[in-house]
């Protein structure tokens, strides 16, 4: 399990937090199941993503040019592990990379 890196926790709200790229699908704890989350790669400042919870098997990615991504992201609470599922993508999840991210409860 990966802890996401809590930067701001505004209870009911949002959190804004970073976690690591690792190519492969891992689980992300931030503490609750997100409703809708904006991330972005951080270290090469080339992906912009929009994910809400209605759209499990997709999410928006804005790089070069528009593409709706289909990859699954969900929301998971698990007993373990309560927080956001990543796909093994190279968009939302690349190896070596950090990303940041805007995750709303809902």
Do not use: H
């Not at 373990?80 to 093994?88: A, I, Y």
């Amino acid at each position: 399990m990966a802890n996401a890196t809590i930067i701001v926790n505004r209870p009911r709200s949002f959190v804004v937090g970073t976690y690591a790229g690792t190519t492969a699908a891992q689980n992300i704890n931030i503490g609750f199941k997100p409703a809708a989350m904006i991330f972005w790669n951080v270290t090469d400042q080339d992906d912009l993503n929009f994910w809400v919870d209605s759209e499990i098997t997709t999410f928006m990615n804005v790089a070069a040019a528009a593409a709706k991504i289909t990859a699954a992201i969900t929301a998971v609470d698990n007993g373990t592990v309560c927080g956001f599922s990543l796909p093994s993508d190279s968009d939302a999840n690349e190896d070596g990379k950090t990303y940041a991210f805007i995750a709303f409860y809902s």
